[in-house]
């Protein structure tokens, strides 16, 4: 499902020429590339590159899912924000969020998952920038049977929790994209999800619904 061609501001593709100048990632297959380069792009951090964890098949079907539509889940709005030509649902703010979460004793974030999962069982992408709680609630649910993801970008960022519910996903089978350490965060997230849409912005390609 395509739009109009993305142009790309010459700040924008004179900063990826330097960061192909700093980074080399010529040995990454073309979606992970992508991702990568973007997310690398976007912190200013040539780390990541070690950091994340990503899996080319996975990163495809989620590519591939959303060239064709499919939900696009968040965690926080923030990451919502961060991809501005595709939409996306956040349940974290919603009245129905707050209740389950008193109702349950979750957290917000958990809630607005299971919410979530409940609107979008099959064929979502879901992209947690913030919440390692959100990121465990989902695990949760599909181990559970209840939601199938086309893929799941967990990069929450935290002390407490991210790097285990990050290593919980790789541990998962889902298709996934995570990284290793603590460090993630909702710019990253978008980053992660804006790469599977756009490409490599020297070359490009736009999967984004008009």
Known sequence: ????????????????????????????????????????????????????????????????????????????????????????????????????????????????VRLAAAEHPAGAVWAVGNAPTALFELLRLAAAGTVAPALVVGLPVGYVGAAEAKAALRASGLPQLSNVSARGGSAVAAAAVNALLYGDPLTGHDTAPP
């Open 1 to 112: 499902m395509g739009g109009s061609a993305r142009v790309v501001h010459p700040i924008e593709a004179e900063s990826y020429r330097i960061l192909r100048s700093v980074v080399d990632t010529t040995g990454l297959a073309p979606y992970s590339r992508d991702v990568v380069e973007r997310i690398v792009h976007t912190t200013a951090d040539p780390g990541w590159v070690a950091d994340l964890v990503p899996d080319e098949a996975a990163l495809a079907a989620g590519a591939a899912a959303l060239a064709a539509g499919a939900p696009l889940v968040v965690d926080v709005t923030m990451v919502g924000a961060g991809i501005t030509r595709y939409p996306s649902r956040c349940l974290v703010g919603s009245a129905r969020a707050a209740e389950l979460s008193a109702a349950e004793g979750i957290t917000r974030s958990a809630a607005a």
